[in-house]
């Protein structure tokens, strides 16, 4: 969820919001199984080339609210052709408590080479503990590397009206865990796109369908500079 918005129209619009993310998340957790079932089962036939890239995020990875063929992972997907499979196991609502407790049959289901790690903004909204997200994104961070995966991190900013203090030890977050674990880090999801209101949902929270291909020029970057670097001989 966003992030450097106007605090006022958040603090409109954050109560349904969670009310309605309980649900999608409920009924997008039974298709994630589903998900991961049918990956473990076609993960043999996968030729032994293929790159794999696990997206785990909430609905800013999701795509909420729009087609999911247009969400960013999917066009990240087409923009890295066949020789990747991108995997997007991102769920709407979802808390860095409810991801630690997916990743481990994930991570056994899936295989991946890559964890893309964009989870936090919702315990950031909800005003949960620093210590308990820092913590949590940790233990996914270091469940991953052990997996093995390269474990690249993307960061969000919440809006202002959580207070100076708050915020900037959210920020600081994952600033300190990509150095401890020396990481690829992307500070902010959502740069270029939050503040710009044509380019966000009516919620104002979500990005729109327009605002997709952005969010990956943004990324791109990084990710480009991760997935096709040469392979040491």
Partial sequence: ???ALASGRLTRTLTTHRSTM??????????????????????ALMPPTKTTILVWGDSLSAAYGIPVEQGWVNLLQAKLGTEFQVVNASISGETTSGGLER?????????PHYVLLELGANDGLQGKPITVIQDNLKQMIEKAIAAPAQVILIGIHLPP??????TEKFDQVYKDLAEQHQLS?????????????????????????????????????????????????
């Fill in 22 to 43: 309980s649900l999608w998340k409920c009924l997008t957790s039974l298709s994630l199984s589903w998900l991961l079932f049918s990956f473990q089962a076609a993960y």
């Fill in 161 to 166: 009206n959580y207070g100076l203090s708050y």
């Fill in 185 to 233: 880090f992307i500070p902010f999801l959502l740069e270029g796109v939050a503040t710009d209101f044509n380019l966000m949902q009516a919620d104002g929270l979500h990005p729109t369908a327009e605002a997709q291909a952005k969010i990956l020029e943004h990324l791109w970057p990084s990710l480009e500079y991760v997935l096709l670097k040469p392979v040491k001989p």
């Fill in 103 to 111: 990743l481990p049959a994930a991570l056994a289901a899936i295989k």
């Fill in 1 to 3: 969820m966003p992030l």
